[in-house]
Every structure is written in structure tokens, then in C-alpha cells.
């Protein structure tokens, strides 16, 4: 089978897969994971998608450092494929989407059937590829932790991504008010078309003043939560629009600045600071990703939300694929896909 190996760590956008100076290559010739246990179930990847921990990986920054060579990967969609003895949730020829640690950059991953969802009719494969990990991040976060509720405000930083594009329509589909910040007209306009309540432009607007004016417009008391994947400077400045009793939700850092939230501020505010690692939940608790992910597929075959997909690429175009994440190029999701057409998609 096709996969995108990880032989060494480095910058997988530099230069093509196979190339000497690329840390990761297009194997031709990987073989077929087998079923390796009664529960097991193979599945033949349709596609799957990038997210900014998986460049991380490859470029051995992440928390979690693979053995070498590994195959990258997590959240995907695809067809079983085969199925064990003893599973009893799915079929050959079931649409499923799943998520993993590693592995599905590649043409089969095989899964135990407990991490399995079946793929509701009235979705699109790729669609269903793009969604566990940036929305389930994102429902966890706001539903789970911050427990989001009508007539909240929302203030969402790197919303045009693929978590912040998550964050923005769970928000709406819980009622909030929804503030979002991103930079560039392209990125706006999509925001605006999507209904947010108030959109800032990083680039050309002063973010503390433009949500300050907003609150006051609209006579609200102030941000209720605030929700980072960005870090860095920005994470300081949105601290002077949050609410007294406000909560902090930490998705990452994209930035690449990890920013310090003050003890004593968030003593006399009384802040809520929730770290989000939504990966750590597969070990300490599984049923509220398995609700999380259950509930977001029955909002997406009812049309409460939709993916937007920026770019599908093939795998052999991986180190364009990750130049769109490392570069804020993607708006929305970046796909690889592997029985799929490639190129610029508009799902929006």
C-alpha cells in the first residue's frame, strides 16, 4: 500500500517527500497492516486530515515523540475493509471516521471497533475525515469544560483555522454571542458569511478596541470565554476584555509563544483556566469523546454545522499540504486524500 513514512525529523514543507533533505517519503510498497486483535477492523482510508500537531511530530516538537519511522496521521474516514471475529458494530463495506495516535497518512489503518463511528448517510466522506479532532477539540472545550451557554459571549482567536472555524459554529449552535479574530479579508469575509456577531481584523484593527467598542454597542458586561489556539501577545491583550467569573480555554499555541496568565489577576477576576489537551481523553476518559463525536456527527447530517475545506491534496504533495498549515495559509481544513479528487475545494 501508498503511506507517508517519517524516516527522519524535520521540516516536511522544505522540499518534496523522497527527496534527500525530507524527512518523509511516499512508500509504495508499505505493507497491509493485518487485523491484530478479535476487535479489530481495517478500514481503507478515503481521506484524512492535516492538524498542527502532526507537523509538530514530524518536526519532533511535539509532547508526545514517536519512535522512528512512523507513519503521521490521526482523524480519517474510509470503508472497512475486514473485521475480526468478534466485532459486532460494523461490516465490510461500512463508512466509518475514526481518529489515531499515528498512522493514517496511508492507504489502510487498522483500529479496534470501540473507536469507531459509523458515517451518517446524508455526509461527505471528507467531510466526516475533517471533523473529529478540530471539532471534537473545540465541543469538548466549549461544551464539555466551559459548559457554553445561551447569551454567553465567545471570543475566539485564530478563528479562521480549523479549530477556530470548529469553535465558532459550536459556539453559535449553543447560542453564544460570538466575537471572532482572524487576519485577512478572505478570512473575514468567510467569518462574516457564517453569521458570527462581531469579526476583527488582525490585520488592520486594533483587536482590544474593536471587541471594547462591540461590548459597549451592545451593552454587554464583557467576554465570558475566551478560546486560545493562538498564545502569545494576543492571549495578554484579550485578558482586558474578559468578564469577572471569565473562563480560559487553552488550545495551543500557534504562535509558537507560550503566554503567561497571572495568578493574581485570575485570583481577583476569578478565572477559570482550563487546559485543553483533547488527545489525553482517549486514556482518562473516553465516553466524553465518544458523546462528543456522536453529537457532532448528528449536527453535521442535519446541517447544523459544515466543514470548510481549504486544500485536498494527494500524499505525494504532503510538503504542500503542511506549507498551508505552517504558513496560515489554510482557511478551514487542510485534506489528504487518497481515493479523492485534489485541489482547491470550497465546502462553504
Known amino acids: 500500500m501508498e503511506a507517508l513514512v517519517c524516516r527522519k525529523l524535520g521540516d516536511p514543507t522544505a522540499t518534496k517527500p523522497g527527496s534527500p533533505e525530507s524527512p518523509v517519503e511516499v512508500s509504495k510498497t508499505h505493507p497491509i497492516p493485518p487485523l491484530n486483535s478479535d476487535t479489530a477492523v481495517r478500514v481503507r482510508v478515503t481521506a484524512t486530515s492535516l492538524n498542527y500537531a502532526n507537523y509538530l511530530q514530524i518536526l519532533g516538537k511535539y509532547q508526545e515523540k514517536p519512535a522512528l519511522p512512523f507513519i503521521p496521521g490521526s482523524d480519517y474516514s474510509g470503508i472497512v475493509d475486514a473485521i475480526g471475529p468478534a466485532v459486532t458494530k460494523f461490516r465490510v463495506g461500512d463508512r466509518v471516521c475514526s481518529f489515531a495516535d499515528l498512522g493514517s497518512f496511508a492507504q489502510f489503518i487498522v483500529a479496534d471497533q470501540s473507536s469507531m463511528f459509523l458515517v451518517p448517510e446524508r455526509c461527505d466522506m471528507v467531510d466526516a475525515a475533517a471533523l473529529p479532532v478540530a471539532f471534537g477539540t473545540s465541543h469538548v472545550a466549549l461544551v464539555h469544560r466551559a459548559r457554553l451557554t445561551s447569551g454567553q459571549v465567545l471570543l475566539v482567536l485564530g478563528a479562521a483555522g480549523g479549530v477556530g472555524l470548529a469553535a465558532v459554529q459550536i459556539g453559535k449552535v449553543c447560542g453564544a454571542i460570538v466575537i471572532a479574530v482572524a487576519r485577512g479579508t478572505e478570512k473575514i469575509q468567510l467569518l462574516k458569511s457564517m453569521g458570527v456577531d462581531h469579526v476583527v481584523d488582525l490585520g488592520t484593527e486594533n483587536v482590544i478596541s474593536s471587541v471594547k467598542e462591540f461590548i ?38 500557534a ?19 482550563h487546559g485543553l489537551y483533547w488527545g489525553s ?24 454545522i459544515t466543514i470548510h475545506i481549504s486544500h485536498t491534496y494527494s500524499l505525494s504533495q504532503a510538503n504542500l499540504a503542511f506549507g498551508d498549515l505552517k504558513d496560515r495559509k489554510a482557511i478551514g481544513k487542510v485534506m489528504i486524500a487518497l481515493n479523492h479528487k485534489t485541489g482547491l475545494s470550497s465546502k462553504l
Open 216 to 253: 459597549k454597542t451592545r451593552k454587554l458586561r464583557g467576554v465570558d470565554v475566551l478560546y486560545d489556539p493562538v498564545g502569545g501577545k494576543l492571549t495578554k491583550e484579550s485578558m482586558k476584555v474578559l468578564n469577572w467569573g471569565a473562563q480560559i480555554l487553552v488550545i495551543g499555541f
Open 255 to 273: 504562535s509558537g509563544e507560550v503566554p503567561v496568565i497571572p495568578a493574581n489577576i485570575a485570583l481577583v477576576k476569578n478565572w477559570t483556566v
Open 281 to 304: 481523553y482517549r486514556i482518562h476518559q473516553p465516553g466524553v469523546l465518544e458523546d462528543s463525536i456522536k453529537e457532532l456527527l448528528s449536527w453535521l447530517s442535519r446541517g447544523l
